[in-house]
């Protein structure tokens, strides 16, 4: 159970594309509440309209400067003064919301070494916001998590969950293996068995040969081909990632990146998280067996005596590289 649980935060926390400052911003642009202080501040305008083009250069520039006009902070339980540094709070994390959403789409749509060098040093940029807002979110978080303002009480809630790391070092790191693993992710190729010079990336031809291909030999080289390619070189990377992250986490006073990762869940603590996970596992055994079943059967009858039809489904004619 511990093993499934650490896969399936595993998956998530790549599918995962909204960080907690983007959701609160989100969150705070689309809610409609009758408070009057909380619906002056949605409608606050920052300084730089948000439609505009990001100019990195400039919106830098001004954070640096609104960084410096931290609102006065004399009683943390005072929700008119927690609702000003929210303000303050989300003009700043607005802009390098949508700074770091362009890097990333440029890195994404042009994967090269220098646009990863770019995001990396935005995220050094960064780090001293994190580091400034955070400790302070968490002393809100004491008085505004008792709040009958549920508003309030979510988003310091959210905010103090978050974790920083006080080394420029490690951020710097952080940034560079979390690239090197999209590189590997995105650029692995597995060649023709016969033709060296045919080498082919995971998108889109292999998950394209994933969804259309009926042949089984060529599944296996597909799937295994990547997976063979792939697997050796991102192990050691995404283990020096997540010792990263763990000890960002450890820091931050969570006992380990896995409890980190629950509470973004919202449901309760590890043993909490678990209980209900391996319950819905539970409840739901019973179709899911009568699915597999079915699927194990219509595949077998698609490839006979090509593997095992009473036990697992080989994973290569499942069509996705999902599959561990």
Known sequence: MKNFIIIFL?????????????????????????????????????????NDHVN??????????????????????NEIIAQEWLKWYLRIAERYSQINILLEWNYDTNITEENQKVITAQSLITAPFSRLVLPIAKKFNEYMKYSKNDDLKRIFGRL???????????????????????????????????????????????????????????????????????????????????????KDAKENAYDDLVEYWIQDYEMGNVTEFEGIIDQILKDTMPLYEQLHAYVRGRLCSMYQNRFNCSGPIPAHILGTFLIF
């Open 10 to 50: 595993f998956i998530s926390s790549f599918q995962l594309s909204t960080s907690i400052e983007e959701e609160i911003l989100i969150n705070y642009n689309i809610r409609n509440n009758n408070n009057d202080d909380l619906q002056e501040l949605e409608n606050y305008e920052t300084e730089v309209d948000p």
């Open 56 to 77: 990195i250069e400039l919106w830098n520039k001004l954070n640096e400067e609104d960084m410096k006009q931290m609102p006065e902070i004399n009683d943390y339980s």
């Open 160 to 246: 103090a969950s978050s974790i920083f790391s006080n080394n420029d070092d490690d951020v710097r790191k952080t940034s560079e293996l979390y690239g090197q693993l999209g590189d590997l992710y995105s650029t692995t190729k597995v060649c023709e068995l016969n033709d060296d010079k045919k080498c082919y990336t995971l998108a889109p031809y292999l998950e394209r040969l994933m969804q259309i291909e009926k042949d089984y030999d060529r599944l296996i080289w597909a799937w295994k081909g990547w997976h063979d390619e792939s697997g050796n070189k991102i192990r050691p990377v995404y283990l020096s990632y997540i010792d990263l992250l763990t």
